[in-house]
């Protein structure tokens, strides 16, 4: 399964190329400007000696080594791992949208500021938020964004005290974080036995010194927050504001809006939701929108449409200025645009009510194997528990993850959301047909009964990969990338 690298197919004299013959006259060397001898190689480059054959061969085997939604079914709760449309990479690959330079004259670039205005239209009507900022480039910096929003605008009411963000135990670890980049003080908020906002806790801890709760709905483990409306209702008397971490909105897009459950300001990751390819780091997208009393604070230039067409405007007032390069990572904001068009609300709404139907679908098959500690439906993911395996048979979540490489499937998200013991987060997406799911799941049942029997051989996978299974806190600390 390995792959050598191409020098090793190397074999003196093979190459790839084939030129003219030199035509040009004898001596013709001399002519060229000279080069300081300090910046000439003492000895010629090791190149790779190889044909087109080799090279092409040696790629495609290397492209079927890294797993994508495009090989199989990628359940990594809370990364909505969706497939993403062709059309939306061939579109974005236009160049009327590769070739422009954002400084170009606004009157040049038309055709682009029109799509982002008009994505800053569909997502402020798919939030019901009144506008929003499409520069921040991934989720956490949407977060960063929002919550230095939420700074400005408590320092301008003269309400600088409020130095406190709240979060739930459940929190993707994002949100602690970007409150900590702002400066905030960051105060957890416990669950309750069903794994929701325990409310007892979030009274006690709200006085004048709260700027915001942020709060994801469905929450990590998958579960609807019910109480969201006197959620809503507490956050605000004490004078706080309610911050919606927006990543997972696949669960309730085109069914419920953020703005309806009390909600102030929200990141989205379209590179999540709106269907982008993602993982490795990037490339990433995640909007801010805020309601109107926030608009002064935000990010400029704002883009405006007047009669002279779209233009930039510089005004805020209040803004906190720019929070990345111009336009933010514009192309994933294209496929974002194509993906919306191309679902029309109903197609927005039906992707969310599949990929509920689908996560529950998957959850009530695996509820015989796995124990699953809260909740007996879900929304878009849940969470499931190899305690029991861990504690009967030594085999833990991460076990069984790995399992799952060897029959072609991407593992769960592991140990996430922290309160589940042994947890493995399931998001299937709206995607995947019945049968992948029905694969997918007797796959996983599968493996946790064989590895009930057979402790040594699940202790080992993945044994198809080119590398077995690492010290995964080792690898990450110490990578070992050298050849
Ligand atoms: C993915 C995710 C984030 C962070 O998004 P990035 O783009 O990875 O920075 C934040 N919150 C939740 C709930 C997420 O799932």
Redesign the pocket.
Known sequence: MSEPLLIELSKKGRKAYCFPALDLPRGFESALPSLPSSLLRQTKARLPEVSELDVVRHFTRLSTLSFGVDNGCYPLG??TMKYNPKISEKLAMLEDFTTIHPLQDSSTVQGCLSVMYNLLEDLSSITGMSWGTLQPC????G?YTGLKMVRAYFLKKGEARRNKVLVPVSA?G??PASAALNGFTIVTVASDDEGLVDIDDLKSKLDDSVAAFML?NPN?LGLFEKNILLISSLVHEAGGLLYY?G??LNAIMGNATPSDMGFDLLHL?L??TFATPHGGGGP?S?PVMVKSFLRPFLPGPDIELTDSGYTYNWLASDSIGKVSMFWGNFLVLVKAYIYILRMGSEGLRAASSHAVLNANYMLHRLKGTFEIPYGDTCMHEFVISCQNFKQEYGVSAEDIAKGLIDSGYHPPTMYFPSLVHEALMIEPTESESKETLDEFTDTLIGIAERAKKDPQWIHGCPWTTPVGRLDTAKAVKEPDLHY
């Open positions: 809370s990364c991934a989720g956490a910096h977060e993707h994002t949100n994801t990590t971490d990543a997972n990751n590179h999540k990433g995640g």
